[in-house]
């Protein structure tokens, strides 16, 4: 019996504080000057034309983000653009080395930092960053100018829950899903067993969401993926229907998936692009 109300009594406790500090395993933000934040010197290094731009939240928190574009552009408002949203770790500087790889193909990109992270102000929620998505979308297609029908959502791992989010309100040209999961209970029941799902607050319940979205889907997994399991992007793959297609990456990690699929992985969102492209050029 003192074993067994030990064992309670421990669980509890366990329990209790991870529900406390639900964020804190969620979101695990660096904020600046932590990262690599010399725009001028990854432009040069590059061939990358990266501009630091600030946004504002419907709450009036305000936001950085890095909008980059191929320095040969000939007309910038022709081109494809991909509104990416990164991970729960580090900040948008850490991604530079993969902006650039997108960039050459030839895209243009945006990359926002959520609240909480690098130069943007505030703390990461779930609404929060659905928030800062949509402060994204007005800032491209309000401020910048562009055509709905250029924007390509790209969401990794966190980000795909805020892309999905995202894409099932104002229909992008494209949806692209790397390394994304189907719901944080989901996540939560993988690596935290012990702890009930109904005690989880953040819902981010891609697979619930994802059926809504017309717009065309590409989802991105490795076989390897040692954080979010490759079963998960099968699903909002399988959960996606109509115009949806699946690129397969073996042998990669969660964080590898770029690296280790190369060319091919390259070629493969490529490909989605164009067809994105001229999906709409033929439904105008």
């Not at 010197?41 to 990266?50: K, L, N, P, V």
């Not at 401020?143 to 390509?152: A, H, K, S």
């Not at 979205?213 to 399988?238: F, Q």
């Not at 996606?240 to 690129?247: N, P, Q, S, V």
Request: charged share 25%; net charge negative.
């Amino acid at each position: 019996m003192r074993t067994a109300v030990s064992v309670a009594i421990v669980w509890g406790t366990i329990v209790a504080t991870m529900a406390l500090f639900e964020g804190s395993l969620i979101y695990f933000p660096e904020r600046y000057p932590a990262g690599a934040w010399d725009v001028e010197a990854i432009a040069r290094a590059s061939g990358t034309r990266i501009r630091d731009c600030w946004l504002e939240a419907a709450d009036h928190t305000r936001l950085h983000g890095w909008w980059c574009r191929p320095s040969d552009t000939g007309d910038p408002g022709t081109g494809m653009v991909l509104l990416y949203f990164h991970g729960n770790a580090g900040n948008l500087s850490h991604r530079a080395e993969a902006v650039v790889e997108l960039v050459r193909l030839p895209a243009e990109v945006f990359i926002l930092d959520y609240r909480g992270y690098g130069r943007s102000e505030g703390r990461p929620t779930e609404a929060g960053l659905y928030l800062d998505a949509r402060a994204a979308w007005r800032f491209l297609v309000e401020e910048e100018g562009v055509d709905p029908g250029r924007i390509v959502v790209l969401g990794k791992s966190l980000g795909g829950a805020v892309a999905v989010d995202l894409a099932a309100e104002v229909n992008p040209a494209g949806l692209i899903l790397q390394s994304a999961f189907t719901s944080v209970p989901d996540m939560a029941s993988r690596h935290y067993p012990f702890v009930p799902r109904w005690l989880i607050r953040t819902r981010m319940d891609s697979l619930a969401t994802i059926g809504r979205i017309s717009s065309p889907v590409l989802v991105i997994h490795s076989t390897d993926d040692e954080i979010v399991p490759y079963d998960m992007g099968r699903a909002l793959y399988e959960a996606a229907g109509g115009d949806a297609r699946f690129h397969e990456v073996r042998g990669a990690g969660h964080n590898e998936v770029a690296l280790v699929g190369g060319v091919a992985y390259l070629e493969a969102i490529r490909e989605f692009l164009e067809h994105c492209r001229t999906r709409r050029g033929e439904s105008t």
